[in-house]
């Protein structure tokens, strides 16, 4: 991911600037595993090497302290940090120029180039019958792909301020748009196209079970709605620390966010809530790049990370929650609410049908190109 996301791309995805930021602060005292031989377990024993992407700075600090050094000691396999912008194109240029150096990467299923690499077959399929029980009982199926595994999920969601409403704030969108009963100026997103169209429609009654797909009827009703609102933002975020600051500030009342500042910032006491109702949720996997040089150890770090305690260390450690549910028993007790996989607020949340949105359509332009022209448009009036 790049550090300053291209605007035609900035609606996709987080951009890395904002994933180091909320991780730059640990959330409390990671857990760490237990990091034994007898926790490796022969299975999981070895020598040699992993090479290992990530995003650089304190997010690969927080990796390494939680999952990546436990793995070395419980194992005996070091692990090989390397980082870059984005992972799908270096992914791209190593397979082309025929030599592979990485063996792991966190790719995000919203980026194009990840699908080009996944329809390819640049992946290796993941080896399940590493993982122990726990592991596949705790990561749900829906995380557990062929050749990919959830790493950790990522939130866009309703925030605010204490201050704002001591007797009570919002509790969904419908009340983001009751300005009357939750006054105050409010905040949303410059560039999260889809999610702010999301919201929209959650205030204006939509309801869907499933992944969801913004078909031309569904942007129309949600521009409508968004014209309602739109007099009472009084600044269209574009950074990923500006909506924390200005409900710290007072200069807004609510607001969208991404989760991981929201979290940081609320473990070190900033006076705001968040709402998880509503929320919309992405993935971003784990991979296994075909031809990697130490495919057998990727394979064995994956089935690590994927463990209860680990898990737990690994949400601690980087303010994003992996998928194992097992892992809320080994989290502080005043955490679990605040995340994404917590089972009150995963029942809340909204999930895109993505490869929908990188369909093509008659003119050749995917379907997020299309709602981004809409959006930009809209937002031109």
Same mark, same amino acid.
């Not at 640049?122 to 993982?131: H, M, Q």
């Given at each position: ?18 994933i180091?930021?909320a ?5 409390s005292?990671? /857990?760490?595993a ?13 020598a ?6 990530? #995003? ?11 999952v990546s050094?436990?793995f070395?000691?419980?194992t005996?396999?070091? @692990?090989?940090?390397v980082?870059?912008d984005? $992972?799908?194109p ?11 150096? &990485? ?13 080009d *690499?996944?329809? $390819?077959?640049? !992946?290796?399929?993941i080896? #399940? ?6 592991a =596949? ?10 050749d ?6 990522n ?9 704002? /409403? ?16 939750f ?5 949303l ?7 702010d169209l999301? !919201? ?7 309801t ?17 709605? =968004?014209?309602?609102i ?8 574009t ?10 500030n007072?200069?807004y ?9 929201a ?25 296994? @790049? ?10 064995? !770090? ?8 680990v898990a737990?260390?690994?949400t601690?450690?980087t ?9 809320l028993?080994? *989290?502080?007790?005043?955490? @679990? ?9 995963? $029942? ?7 490869? &929908? /949105? ?6 050749g ?16 009036q």
């Amino acid at each position: 991911m790049s550090e300053q996301v291209p605007h035609k791309l900035s609606y996709r995805r987080m951009s890395r600037r904002i994933i180091l930021q909320a991780s730059a602060a640990l959330l409390s005292a990671p /857990f760490v595993a237990k990091a034994t031989a007898a926790f490796g377990k022969e299975k999981l024993a070895g020598a040699g090497e992993v090479v290992v992407y990530s #995003y650089g700075g304190s997010f690969t600090e927080n990796l390494r302290k939680s999952v990546s050094d436990p793995f070395t000691r419980a194992t005996g396999i070091r @692990v090989v940090d390397v980082t870059a912008d984005n $992972a799908e194109p270096q992914i791209k240029a190593m397979i082309e120029a025929g030599r592979v150096d &990485w063996d792991i990467a966190i790719v995000n299923a919203f980026w194009p180039a990840y699908l080009d *690499l996944q329809q $390819a077959g640049a !992946f290796t399929p993941i080896d #399940y019958s590493l993982w122990e029980d726990e592991a =596949l009982k705790g990561v749900p199926e829906s995380a557990r792909l062929k050749d990919a595994v959830v790493a950790f999920q990522n939130a866009n969601l309703l925030l605010y301020g204490d201050r704002a /409403f001591p007797k009570g704030g919002p509790k969904n969108w419908a009340d983001f748009w009751n300005v009357k009963e939750f006054p105050g100026p409010r905040g949303l997103s410059a560039n999260s196209t889809n999610s702010d169209l999301a !919201f929209a429609l959650i205030a204006d009654g939509f309801t869907q079970k499933g992944p969801w797909r913004l078909t031309d009827d569904k942007v129309d009703r949600a521009l409508k709605k =968004l014209d309602q609102i739109k007099p009472h933002i009084t600044k269209w975020w574009t950074a990923g620390g500006e909506p924390i600051q200005l409900l710290i500030n007072g200069e807004y009342a609510l607001t969208s966010s991404y989760d991981g500042r929201a979290l940081a910032a609320i473990r070190k006491g900033a006076p705001i809530r968040l709402v998880w109702d509503g929320a919309y949720v992405n993935d971003n996997y784990w991979i296994v @790049v075909k031809g990697g040089p130490n495919s057998a150890n990727a394979q064995k !770090f994956i089935a690590f990370v994927n463990r209860a305690e680990v898990a737990a260390a690994f949400t601690q450690g980087t303010a994003f929650p992996g998928p194992n549910l097992n892992q809320l028993k080994y *989290l502080p007790p005043d955490l @679990v609410p605040l995340i994404s996989i917590s089972p009150d607020n995963a $029942a809340k949340v909204v999930r895109f049908d993505v490869p &929908w /949105f990188l369909e093509k359509r008659p003119d050749g332009k995917t379907n997020t190109e299309y709602l981004q022209e809409r959006w930009l448009s809209w937002r031109a009036q």
